[in-house]
């Protein structure tokens, strides 16, 4: 990092001596020099496809039938050139964008889209870039090492990690970010996060066409033409540019080379050059009555004329019509068939075979778990919070029943113990729904470019979790085993060791829960209202809370079986318990007096030895003491739990977690929640 931050400063240097002249390769190593004229006489020739689109119409469902949002738009951009789509606000320039790009995933679209005349292939979206007016990024990122996690990604497999991490500094350079090459994303201006959004897209190396949504929104003049200029900067190395754009300045405007206006409803107002000083465009107003004053901005005025802005429209036909009836509107047809006919004149190329994604699933899911352990480990936070309320839980549980007995009060203390990791998925859901909703806005806009499957976003998600979660589940049971006295039982200090399994096992269920959650909730909010109706369920229907045998039969019968902390509390409790000596205190024993003449054991040892307790002393022939259990197990029989199950209980306990693993995936691939 630290070399390639000097070589990006060392021609900065340069530029800002006035020396755009002098070879930047001379700053560089002599490799990346042979690398790049490679690369750029491999470049010159590559033949460069255009991408053209005809009859293009788009409708939406509406309530009582359709709405048609695009109507018979034609046009076409050529590599090496920049062509602005402007319109006024609901004319449906960022629809028609969305469906260019092939972004579009409700209504129907028809019409034509083709790539030298042909048509679109299934890679067509991962050999375009889409930079979205959202700048939505991973925060905890560098501008660095968000563009090379899209170059390793999106370029294709074949290529050599060091010549894509090579190009990720061309880009760098290119966008002027070798100050900010470091910077921590969510620490970025918004001119530096929009250059960022452009260096994403641009690091997948697009070899057909770059899509823009109004890249200059919310940017200052500067800070637009700025922008502008490193669009141009694109362009001149042959880069096709198709970005909508809003209310440009007259210098921005003159920057592009055509234009597609549309009016409201989806209809094409003009397609074609702007010209010098927007020349072109001005004369073919003034041509039909509108004639665009010297000192006033071409680009609003058009808009003006049109009647997209506050003023009347300028003459009686609709410019719709006019563009329809216009030569330019022939001209503009005869081009794309001269376009078609070029384009397929040239062999198609020659692909070994098409495929969804540029690397294969194991790339992916590598990439993926790096980016997520790096940014947890940038979210100590995150982390702390987690960790510390799983410490404050089980040592404040655990200095409240210190140094636990054998009373039948200890014995119930240590039911009440145990009792309190149930909460534990609660609080996990709490923590992990926000953070993956959060993470699924990242991931929408990284699927719309093919760049990983969303199997690898679900599972690369868990596993960014688990070695916190492992963490978590320790300490809780560090804190909770020790202080309270665990392993008094038959089982002893192994039994111990069951019971961190069984908090494993608990932890990784809170964390795929809220996962699942946070996948099938459209919103944080919908995600909330889970919590406290789950948290509810599953600690009153578990046998504990309502005792096995006072539940009602109706929930016995099916929600008791179905609720994972059933099987939790089975676990932990029958490990614990069993075998486990009872000893009461003076204060637990039962007293009772025997007929005259026999002796506590005469009197009550049939019913002792047929229920459970034993007698403290039975021989005595008054004021008998009896206690309720004499065995830890007694204790278990009423709530159906059994010693002999624990470790099936343990691994039907695993099978939940294995089964919101498997929902999660299935919910991630499905519900998305981005229509557009």
Sequence with gaps: MK??????????????KGEEDVDVEKAISKEDKLSKEDRSSETSSVHRRAFTWEAINYHVPVAGGTRRLLHDVYGYVKPGTVTALMGASGAGKTTCLDVLAQRKNIGVVSGSMLVDGRPLGGDFARGTAYAEQMDVHEGTATVREAMQFSAYLRQPAHVPRAEKDAYVEEMIELLELQDLADALVYSLGVEARKRLTIGVELASKPELLLFLDEPTSGLDGQ??????????????????????????????????????????????????????????????????????????????????????GLAPRIGDRDWKDIWLDSPEYQRMREELEQIKIEGLSHPPTQKEHE?????????????????????????PDYVFSRLFVHAFISLWISLSFLQLGHSIRDLQYRI????????????VMAQIEPLWIFNRRIFIR???????????FAIGQLIGEVPYSLLCAFVYWVLMVWPMHFGQGSAGTAGNGFQLLVIIFMELFGVSLGQLIGAISPNIQTAALFNPFLGLILSTFCGVTIPFSTMAHFWRAWLYQLVPYTRTLSAMLSTELHGLIITCKADEFNIFDPPSGQTCAQWAGAFVST?????????DTSSCRYCQYSVGDEYLSPLNIKYSTRWRDAWVLFCYFVFNIFAVIMASRLLRYAKR
């Design 416 to 427: 009440f113990g145990i009792f309190w990791v149930s909460i534990l998925p609660m609080i």
């Design 355 to 379: 495929t969804t994604y540029a690397t294969p699933f194991w790339v992916q899911l590598t990439e993926v778990v790096r980016r997520n352990n790096r940014a947890l480990w940038r979210m």
């Design 223 to 308: 800070s637009a033409w700025n922008l502008v200029r490193f669009l141009r900067k694109l362009a001149s190395s042959g880069q096709a540019i198709l970005c909508t754009i809003h209310q440009p300045s007259s210098l921005l405007f003159e920057s592009f080379d055509r234009l597609l206006l549309l009016e409201s409803g989806g209809e094409t107002v003009y397609f074609g050059e702007i010209g010098p000083d927007s020349r072109t465009l001005r004369e073919y107003f003034s041509r039909y009555g509108a004639h665009c004053p010297p000192n006033v901005n071409p680009a609003e005025f058009m808009l003006d004329a049109i009647g997209a």
């Design 446 to 456: 990284e699927s719309s470019s093919r760049i990983y499957s969303p199997y690898v």
């Design 611 to 619: 229920v459970s307790g034993y007698l403290d002393n039975p021989n």
């Design 3 to 16: 070399a390639r931050n000097e070589a990006l400063q060392q021609r900065k240097a340069l530029r800002s």
